[in-house]
């Protein structure tokens, strides 16, 4: 891998996996997500919504999660209106990768004890610590669970022993 430092331990098998298989890069599109600016304006949780304004103005919000494998149900609902304009336009948001905020495919998790993925759905926008991954040519169940994979764990746990995983780990 370069000149780039690299962790002794993982054996050759685990280090063979990096030369004889293609990155996550490789085989799907992998974006970071939404940054409000301010999330004490823009983000509620389930309860603090009306009804009536689930059904136009505020959309499920994928923070970072649970340590929950395979699917986590968010908490957190976004203010969306008028197509998202007020938290597009407001000083200090990104919202850089917002052709994907809808689309169904996998999201991990940025931080936490250890990597995890889910399945995110259409109605749901992802947040800067839940990073999307989709793929033209692997299933999201496929890629749910390859990311969720033990071995998975294992190597990003290997390369990022921290708490924080990013677009670029992968």
Known sequence: IGRTPFVYWFGKD??????????????????????????????????????SSLADEHYRFQKSGTDAPYYDVPEDYLYWGDDGKAVCNYDGSDASNREYFFDDGVTYRGFGN???????????VF????????????????????????LTRF???????GMDFTVGDG
């Open 155 to 161: 190597i990003m746990n290997g390369i990022n022993p």
């Open 14 to 51: 685990i280090l063979n996996t990096f030369v004889e298989n293609p990155t996550l890069g490789d085989v799907a599109t992998v974006k970071h997500g939404l940054r409000t600016g301010d999330d004490t304006r823009f983000v509620r949780k389930y309860w603090e919504p009306t009804p």
């Open 114 to 124: 250890y990597f995890v993925a889910r399945k995110k759905d259409e109605e749901t």
């Open 127 to 150: 947040s800067q610590k839940a990073h999307f991954v989709k793929s033209e040519d692997y299933s999201h169940d496929a890629l749910t669970g390859l990311l969720s994979s033990s």
